[in-house]
Nanobody, 120 residues
C-alpha cells in the first residue's frame, strides 16, 4: 500500500509565499518522478511542475520563475511558491510514478490534495 500525504497549504496574501510538501510512504522500491498538479473550481486539473528521476524539471508557463520543485534524498517532494497571485488559488495535489514491484510496470499514485488560497 502506497500513501502520498501533502501539507503546507493555507491562506496567503498576494505576493506572499508558501511551501508545500508531499511525502510518499509504503512498499516503494523506486520513485521515477514526482509532480504537482492543481485544480481550481470549475476548471480541469493542470500540471504545475514535475521533477523526473534524472533531475530534470518542467513547469507550467504560468508559474515559471515563481515556483520551484525539489526533492530530498528520500520520498518527499516540495513546491516552493513565491510571488503568489489570486489565480494560483486551487487544490494542489502531488503524484508519484513509482515501482512497488520489479516485475510490474511503474504505477502513478496521488495524494489527497491541499488547499491554497491567495487573497487579501
Amino acid at each position: 500500500q502506497v500513501q502520498l500525504v501533502e501539507s503546507g497549504g493555507g491562506l496567503v496574501q498576494p505576493g506572499g509565499s508558501l511551501r508545500l510538501s508531499c511525502t510518499a510512504s509504503g512498499s516503494i522500491l523506486r520513485i521515477d518522478a514526482m509532480g504537482w498538479y492543481r485544480q481550481a473550481p470549475g476548471t480541469q486539473r493542470e500540471l504545475v511542475a514535475v521533477l523526473s528521476g534524472d533531475g530534470s524539471t518542467n513547469y507550467a508557463d504560468s508559474v515559471q520563475g515563481r515556483f520551484t520543485i525539489s526533492r530530498d534524498n528520500a520520498n518527499t517532494v516540495y513546491l516552493q511558491m513565491n510571488s503568489l497571485k489570486p489565480e494560483d488559488t486551487a487544490v494542489y495535489s502531488c503524484n508519484a510514478d513509482l515501482r512497488t514491484s520489479w516485475t510490474q510496470l511503474p504505477s502513478r499514485h496521488w495524494g489527497q490534495g491541499t488547499q491554497v488560497n491567495v487573497s487579501s
